[in-house]
């Protein structure tokens, strides 16, 4: 079993920071990326960013400058500090980690419950 927690969500003014935080969690062998995902209501999910087990990152063009994910992989923990807030970024957050629990096995990817983000005008 693999769990994914979430936490950091909440409400904002626009302009405002948050951090939200990512604990992978049971039987894993070894985690290759894990990233964020946001899902906005009236659009699809959209990956917001991600990082390499070796600490490369890839960001989506709408959060460049303004977002930026780090990990912890002794602890299984990915991060995102969120600065510079817009109504835009308003969404339920997902976490997401391409992981193996068996050497043998391939990567799969789990996902976190969500955790939601309002940013206020």
């Known amino acids: 079993q693999v769990q994914l927690v979430e936490s950091g969500g909440g409400l904002v003014q626009a302009g405002g920071s948050l951090r939200l935080s990512c604990a992978a969690s049971?039987?894993?062998?070894?985690?290759?990326?894990m990233g964020w995902y946001r899902h906005a209501p009236g659009k699809r999910r959209e990956l917001v960013a991600r990082i390499t087990s070796g600490g490369s990152t890839n960001y989506s063009d709408s959060v460049k400058g303004r977002f930026n994910i780090s990990r912890d992989n002794a602890q299984n923990t990915v991060y995102l500090q969120i600065n510079s807030l817009i109504p835009e970024d308003t969404a339920v957050y997902y976490c997401n980690a391409m992981l193996q629990q068996n050497p043998k096995w391939a990567d799969y990817a789990y996902w976190g419950q969500g955790t939601q983000v309002t940013v206020s005008s």
């Open positions: 049971g039987s894993i062998f070894s985690i290759n990326s």
